[in-house]
């Protein structure tokens, strides 16, 4: 994932916090099809926020994943018994 698709989805959930935040501040709802209707309308949000942490926070243990990697390979450090311990678990 390149920095402008980063910005863009960081960009995106800063939009969706501020459009909660509103959905908080709003008058409660007077019937029950309107407050189903504002709790369907707050979980997709909620939804579509959490799906944007998740594919950010997917980058940034790559990106961690190939920086520790190139700092291996570059500086001469060996990965912990715990690293070495993981990668033969998920080669398993």
Known sequence: MDRVEKLALIERSLGLRHKLKVHESMKAPETHEDLAIALISKW?????????????????????????????????????????????????
């Open 44 to 92: 997709e949000l909620e939804d579509e926020l959490r799906a944007i942490e998740e594919i950010l926070a997917s980058a940034r243990q790559d990106n961690v994943a190939a920086k520790r990697s190139l700092l291996e390979k570059e500086g001469g450090i060996k990965p912990s018994k715990s690293a070495a311990a993981k990668k033969s678990a998920k080669a398993k």
